[in-house]
T-cell receptor
Framework: NAGVMQNPRHLVRRRGQEARLRCSPMKGHSHVYWYRQLPEEGLKFMVYLQKENIIDESGMPKERFSAEFPKEGPSILRIQQVVRGDSAAYFC??????????????FGQGTRLTVV | AQTVTQSQPEMSVQEAETVTLSCTYDTSESDYYLFWYKQPPSRQMILVIRQEAYKQQNATENRFSVNFQKAAKSFSLKISDSQLGDAAMYFCAYRRTNAGGTSYGKLTFGQGTILTVHP
């Protein structure tokens, strides 16, 4: 059972370009969470999605950031018109339906975005 | 809102010795989960140990154990017989339980503690 897969591992974008980060959850997991880690800081929650639904986007910046988790395919975190302050490591985590009694979220290895 | 505080930016320990990492949190809820995650230089977030707030018994995983003080809202991690491979950033995290039957797995992290292990 493959773990949470994120790609790319490293992404370099020029200011003003779009960044698209992908996350494939573990098999059987229907919940996806995105976190951002700025240098020397802890992870900050951005958005929580279930298939085709955004459940909580309280941590998402109001502009330029969007996320989706379609019925088929990976979850996508999209950052439009990137700025230097968007440079960070972006992590995806997935978990199964909580009703199964599981409490653990499994993390991907993250995507390091560098804006030049 | 819940907050998690790790007051030790850096800690160091000699190989084979014991070290304790501190974590405090703030919440108005009575039932929740607490976690310690390890992040080595590879950036991979690895779950070290978890504690369910309704359980009074402290969780233990091999060389890792916690001291959970619910009233004090304290959740420290003890690493016994430290190994070189334990060197990493350690994060304490909080997660609420289900609310009204809706799953909610959002984690709130502390700032992290960098652990150095000296041979």
């Amino acid at each position: 059972n493959a773990g949470v897969m994120q790609n790319p591992r490293h992404l370099v974008r020029r200011r003003g370009q779009e960044a698209r980060l992908r996350c494939s959850p573990m098999k059987g997991h229907s919940h996806v969470y995105w976190y951002r880690q700025l240098p020397e800081e802890g992870l900050k929650f951005m958005v929580y999605l279930q298939k085709e639904n955004i459940i909580d986007e309280s941590g998402m910046p109001k502009e330029r950031f969007s996320a989706e988790f379609p019925k088929e395919g990976p979850s996508i975190l999209r950052i439009q018109q990137v700025v230097r302050g968007d440079s960070a490591a972006y992590f995806c985590a997935s978990s199964p339906w909580e009703g199964q009694g599981r409490t653990e979220a499994f993390f991907g290895q993250g995507t390091r975005l560098t804006v030049v | 809102a819940q907050t998690v505080t790790q007051s030790q930016p850096e800690m160091s320990v000699q190989e084979a010795e014991t070290v304790t990492l501190s974590c405090t949190y703030d919440t108005s809820e009575s039932d929740y989960y607490l976690f310690w995650y390890k992040q080595p230089p590879s950036r991979q977030m690895i779950l070290v140990i978890r504690q369910e707030a309704y359980k009074q018994q402290n969780a233990t995983e091999n060389r890792f154990s916690v001291n959970f003080q619910k009233a004090a809202k304290s959740f420290s991690l003890k690493i016994s017989d430290s190994q070189l491979g334990d060197a990493a950033m350690y994060f304490c995290a909080y997660r609420r339980t289900n609310a009204g039957g809706t799953s909610y797995g959002k984690l709130t992290f502390g700032q992290g503690t960098i652990l150095t292990v000296h041979p």
